[in-house]
């Protein structure tokens, strides 16, 4: 029982060392996004939406299942660098596979965006500007990008969501 109690404390020591580790490197710890804001994000979204999703870190899941399920015929496309957050949710994949969505433990920014029709993200603002030259240089016109909480550098948004929480979180809809 104290060599499995010594396994389990050593587990939890690697774990932790893992998301403070990838949180100092990234910038920003792997923040799920609130209920309310997915229901905001979906919702934000055309229902007639086709084609390739991505969510840019997309931490511990609670967006892109959401899309894949809502979204049946668009491809759905998560990058989380993270190593913890990124194997919760293939875990989650195995369990409850959609054959829509797809999860890499992929740094985004090394990830080509020209094939792209909705980019979604939940970043800091340092992360906003740099990612906001990519999606600037490589999507095609009429792609969407949706941002929880952070807007996008130098770009007016299409509209602007309010939620009806403590922080007043704003949903940025953007098009290029």
Same mark, same amino acid.
């Given at each position: 029982?104290?060599?499995?109690? &010594?396994?389990?404390?050593?587990?939890?020591?690697?774990?932790?060392? @893992?998301?403070?580790? $990838?949180?100092?490197?990234?910038?920003?710890?792997?923040?799920?996004? @609130?209920?309310?804001?997915?229901?905001?994000?979906?919702?934000?979204?055309?229902?007639?939406?086709?084609?390739?999703?991505?969510? *840019?870190?997309?931490?511990?899941?609670? /967006?892109?299942?959401?899309?894949?399920?809502?979204? %049946? +015929?668009?491809?759905?496309?998560? $990058?989380?660098? @993270?190593?913890?957050?990124? &194997?919760?949710?293939?875990?989650?994949?195995? /369990?409850?596979? /959609?054959?829509?969505?797809?999860?890499?433990?992929?740094?985004? $920014?090394?990830?080509?965006?020209?094939?792209?029709?909705?980019?979604?993200?939940?970043?800091? %603002?340092?992360?906003?500007? *740099?990612? +906001?030259?990519?999606?600037?240089? !490589?999507?095609? !016109?009429?792609?969407?990008?949706? @941002?929880?909480?952070?807007?996008?550098?130098?770009?007016? %948004?299409?509209?602007?969501? !309010?939620?009806?929480?403590?922080?007043?979180?704003?949903? $940025?809809?953007?098009?290029?």
């Amino acid at each position: 029982m104290v060599f499995f109690s &010594f396994i389990l404390l050593l587990l939890f020591v690697f774990i932790l060392f @893992s998301i403070v580790f $990838y949180s100092w490197r990234n910038g920003i710890s792997p923040m799920p996004s @609130s209920a309310q804001a997915v229901s905001c994000i979906l919702q934000a979204i055309p229902k007639e939406m086709e084609g390739k999703i991505v969510d *840019v870190g997309s931490g511990w899941g609670t /967006l892109i299942f959401p899309l894949a399920k809502r979204f %049946p +015929r668009c491809r759905v496309v998560g $990058y989380e660098n @993270s190593p913890i957050p990124y &194997f919760f949710t293939k875990i989650r994949q195995f /369990l409850r596979p /959609l054959p829509n969505l797809e999860i890499f433990r992929r740094n985004f $920014y090394d990830e080509p965006m020209q094939e792209i029709d909705l980019v979604v993200c939940y970043l800091y %603002p340092g992360a906003m500007q *740099v990612l +906001r030259s990519k999606l600037v240089n !490589e999507l095609r !016109e009429g792609a969407l990008i949706i @941002s929880n909480t952070f807007a996008l550098p130098q770009h007016k %948004p299409l509209r602007i969501y !309010e939620l009806n929480d403590l922080y007043k979180t704003k949903i $940025y809809v953007y098009q290029i």
